[in-house]
């Protein structure tokens, strides 16, 4: 198994960041037929295979601000107005996802990107954890 851990700077607003690059460049060194896992090890940021680009990153936050409001119903409650919302998220958005790779390459659908999910405005930087297993025989 190879495994990496990129940084990436989600700033202070909800977001859903491309890693789509990231994660190819990194399927591309590692090379050959294999399982791309990606993995955020954070309690507040989660993992999506979506498309992205016709405004449905914007769509997705929209449907979480709907289900998860950022107001003062949660009981973990530190931190910026409605932050427990961030802390039930993953429970919708897993914080891992694993995409099949042939020859090197993300084996994603034509209009898949691999993003990175946060909610959680308190946190501006994130490591995701990128690891490649290929079989032994």
Do not use: K
Not at 73 to 79: P, V, Y
Not at 80 to 88: E, I, M, Y
């Amino acid at each position: 198994m190879r495994s990496t851990v990129i940084a990436v700077h989600t700033g202070g607003t909800e977001v859903v960041r491309d890693i789509t690059p990231e994660c190819t460049a990194f399927a591309q060194d590692a090379g050959g037929d294999g399982l791309l896992h990606i993995f955020v090890p954070h309690a507040t940021a989660g993992v999506a295979i979506l498309e992205l680009g016709a405004h449905s990153d914007a769509d997705l936050l929209a449907a979480l601000r709907d289900l998860l409001p950022a107001d003062d119903r949660w009981r973990h409650a530190h931190g910026s107005r409605g932050h427990g919302r961030s802390h039930v998220m993953p429970a919708f958005i897993a914080p891992y996802a694993i995409v099949p790779v042939l020859d090197g390459t993300p084996a994603l659908g034509t209009w898949q990107s691999i993003a990175l999910v946060d909610l959680n405005v308190d946190n501006p930087d994130r490591a995701v954890r990128l690891s490649f297993l290929t079989s032994a025989g």
